[in-house]
């Protein structure tokens, strides 16, 4: 069982920078895609950025330019840059990872964007 905790979300500004993280209690190295979702007030899941194994990363429209994914395998963890913030990217950000043909999330961690 691999437990997921993120963290790095609060308040921001509209047009500041957050850094979130996802620490795995396992390893990563072995993982297949590791992703960023997020969920807004009202809204429903909706994936935000994925890195594969690979190194290969895709992102929502709605990011692209602005937020960053990447992976560390000798830290277990996750990161998502995200600049040039905007209100709209206000949600409770999830990470997940898929291992083994098995689905883990963390708890997720709240951003709001909001002057």
């Known amino acids: 069982q691999v437990q997921l905790v993120e963290s790095g979300g609060g308040l921001v500004q509209p047009g500041g920078s957050l850094r979130l993280s996802c620490a795995a209690s396992g390893s990563i190295a072995s993982a297949d895609d590791m992703s960023w979702y997020r969920r807004a007030p009202g809204k429903l899941r909706e994936p935000v950025a994925i890195i594969s194994s690979d190194g290969s990363r895709n992102y929502a429209v709605s990011v692209k330019g602005r937020f960053t994914i990447s992976r560390d395998n000798a830290k277990n963890t996750m990161y998502l840059q995200m600049n040039s913030l905007k209100p709209e990217d206000t949600a409770v950000y999830y990470c997940?990872?898929?291992?083994?043909?098995?689905?883990?999330w963390g708890q997720g961690t709240q951003v709001t964007v909001s002057s």
């Open positions: 997940n990872m898929a291992l083994r043909g098995i689905d883990y």
